[in-house]
């Protein structure tokens, strides 16, 4: 099996992961082939600012957009995926 890290922030994955770890950015979920097992961690930092109603509203649009997308790109996956979704508090 292959791992693949799909990040908004390439330069700073590629520093933290081994070279055995693709790493590629959210624009190229679209061409992935072959996935086996999606594990979906995305989302706006819940610590980055403070719960108002317009932050509440982006940390949910981050999290349901990275979704669809991955969701998306799992139903074009010729075998069936694994799909798992956890956020910083809660898995759904």
């Known amino acids: 099996h292959t791992v693949t890290v799909i990040t908004r922030k390439r330069q ?33 930092n819940l610590f980055s600012g403070l719960f108002t109603n317009a932050r509440k509203s982006k940390i949910i649009k981050s999290r349901l957009d990275a979704t669809q997308k991955l969701a998306e790109c799992a139903k074009r996956q010729i075998n069936s995926v694994t799909f798992i979704s956890a956020s910083g508090v809660h898995f759904y």
């Open 12 to 44: 700073k994955a590629r520093a933290l992961f081994p070279i055995s770890v693709n790493v590629v950015d959210w624009n190229e979920v679209a061409h992935l082939k072959d996935i086996d097992v999606i594990v979906n961690l995305a989302g706006e």
